[in-house]
């Protein structure tokens, strides 16, 4: 039953970062998933694939997987480069490409 701890990333739709300083535990599927023939339904037995546990840190997630006997795997987050850039610096006046309208 591995599993993956990894701090989840924004959502395209938010401008903040809420919910992205917490660790989560994620079991990986373990057997397929089946489509029921009359209704259409995905349906899977294995209820693990429910389960997401959160975690304050990631040294707290590892030491819970640790102590259940766990497989797991950590996925680093990408913290995205941030350019500065200034309102100031479309008027200068050493610019590479000239202001117009």
């Not at 990894?6 to 903040?16: D, E, H, I, L, W």
């Not at 919910?19 to 079991?27: P, R, S």
């Not at 913290?79 to 610019?95: C, E, G, L």
Request: proline share 7%; glycine share 2%; aromatic share 10%.
């Amino acid at each position: 039953m591995p599993a993956k701890i990894y701090r989840p990333a924004k959502t395209a739709m938010q401008s903040g970062k809420a919910k992205t300083n917490i660790w989560v535990l994620e079991f990986d599927q373990e057997t397929p998933r089946k489509i029921d023939p009359i209704m259409g339904y995905t349906s899977s037995a294995d209820t693990r694939q429910q389960l997401k546990l959160t975690f304050d840190t990631q040294q707290q997630a590892e030491d819970y997987a640790k102590r259940e006997g766990i497989d797991y795997r950590v996925i680093a987050p990408k913290d995205p480069i941030r350019q500065v850039v200034s309102y100031t610096d479309n008027f200068r006046f050493n610019r590479i490409q000239p202001w117009t309208h």
